[in-house]
């Protein structure tokens, strides 16, 4: 449980805010490289940790993210003609290059200091992993470098990037994935359906099971250099083995999907506020061992899959607040727990169902919430940390530390955490060396 004040410390991500400046010390992803496809193409609007901002693509391929108002007059940029290396407003022709600085002021006479001091706020851009990433954060002593996850150092035909839309405050995303207890229940067949008896059912069938039968994972939390793994142990058939699913959390908003075994595709993403009520959630599918395939590539594409919910043009969950993500309540009596269909859309229901910011102050937590503590406790300390002492986050400057995998396991019984991911990724913490 939160008092209103520190949730509010969790919740809001604005330029003033705490819990903003400790973003804005992050790379924060802004587009998909595929909004922005083609040089001198159409701008952009993006909107980020409450700024309201126009992307663009220039003539030799760079992208400039700047402040969507034009410093004369306060034009709309969205609606400026990307051109020879610039935007410029169709107002009166102010024209500003990726960096924000002033190229051409055909109504400011020569000698106007306007020529040298006009400029627009502007952000340094990076593409990593089909991903544009901005930079939001102070530059007096540098930039840090991206944060090298996995899934961008995997060539492209092994790997699969998107993002969606999430009508909710960006902490609820970070506390589901968090919250792997409810694989028990939300993700489930429905009650009448019965658990495969089975030993030579497929293993995915198996560790459903085993799931379903234990809501009660014992967790264990690591801390690593820029953030922690979380550990849920559940019992199998066998009383010397237990089934390990393991998630990662990487500062400040980076998730994983925790069910991979060796050979399996991974899942992670990444939540950036949009404003206090909404963020994008980008996500990526990758294979370090082999090319995702047609077949692979088309399920997450067209109907999505594991925690890729299937959009519209617009990257817009099809099933959503709008429509009550399309409950049939037919289907959950008899086949399913919830009656909607996806496993990303079933966990986009219930995070949103929390209301559009979450109220803390009313919770009953247990100990299988304990992963959910330990996130409010990391980011809300860094916070605060920055904001009454000016202590730097160290996080972005440890950007080798982010290629980590999770994943699932089965060890026997009574094994340390720390030998179980050494069993699973040859290092205690599950960091690709």
Not at 112 to 124: I, N, S
Not at 369 to 383: I, L
Request: proline share 7%; aromatic share 10%.
């Amino acid at each position: 449980m939160l008092t209103t004040k520190e949730n509010d410390l969790l919740t809001q991500t604005g330029p003033e805010t705490p819990m903003g400046q400790y973003f804005r010390r992050f790379w924060q992803p802004v587009l998909l490289s595929e909004e922005l496809p083609e040089t001198d193409g159409d701008p952009v609007r993006v909107s980020v940790l409450g700024e309201e901002l126009v992307a663009f693509r220039n003539t030799e391929g760079k992208v400039g993210l700047v402040e969507r108002e034009c410093p004369h007059r306060g034009a709309d940029l969205f609606f400026g003609r990307n051109e020879e290396c610039g935007l410029r407003c169709v107002y009166h022709g102010w024209k500003f290059d990726v960096d924000g600085k002033a190229v051409d002021l055909p109504n400011v006479p020569p000698g106007v200091r306007h020529h040298e001091t006009v400029r627009l706020k502007a952000y340094p851009t990076r593409e990593f992993g089909e991903i544009l990433w901005a930079y939001l954060g102070p530059q007096e002593n540098g930039i840090p470098e991206l944060p090298h996850m996995e899934f961008g150092f995997v060539e492209p035909a092994g790997r699969y990037v998107t993002k969606q839309l999430m009508e909710c405050n960006w902490a609820q995303v970070m506390e589901g994935d968090l919250d792997t207890s409810h694989f028990s229940f939300l993700h489930m067949p429905a009650p009448s359906v019965p658990s495969n008896e089975n030993p030579d059912a497929p293993a995915d069938e198996r560790r459903l099971k085993w799931i379903r039968n234990d809501p009660m994972p014992k967790f264990q939390i690591l801390e690593h250099d820029v953030g922690f793994v979380v550990g849920g142990a559940r019992a199998t058939d066998d009383a010397d083995e237990t089934y390990w699913r393991m998630t990662q959390y990487t500062l400040p908003a980076n998730g994983t999907g925790p069910s991979t075994m060796p050979g399996e595709t991974y899942f992670g993403f990444t939540v950036v506020p949009v404003t206090d009520v909404a963020c994008w959630m980008y996500c990526y599918a990758w294979n370090p061992d082999r090319d995702l395939g047609n077949a692979e590539r088309k399920k997450l594409s067209t109907t999505g899959h594991g925690i890729i919910a299937e959009t519209d043009e617009n990257y817009i969950p099809l099933r959503n607040r709008g429509n009550d993500y399309e409950i049939d309540r037919n289907v959950q009596r008899t086949h399913t727990f919830t009656g909607i269909k996806g496993l990303a859309e079933q966990d986009i229901m219930i995070q949103q169902s929390q209301g559009f910011i979450a109220d803390r102050t009313r919770e009953n937590l247990t100990a299988t919430d304990a992963a959910v503590v330990k996130f409010r406790r990391t980011v809300m300390e860094g916070a605060q940390r920055l904001a009454e002492n000016g202590e730097e986050p160290e996080a972005p400057c440890r950007h080798d530390a982010y290629k980590t995998r999770p994943g699932s396991w089965f060890a026997s019984e009574g094994t340390p955490f720390e030998d179980v991911l050494l069993e699973r990724f040859g290092h205690n913490r599950g960091l690709v060396l």
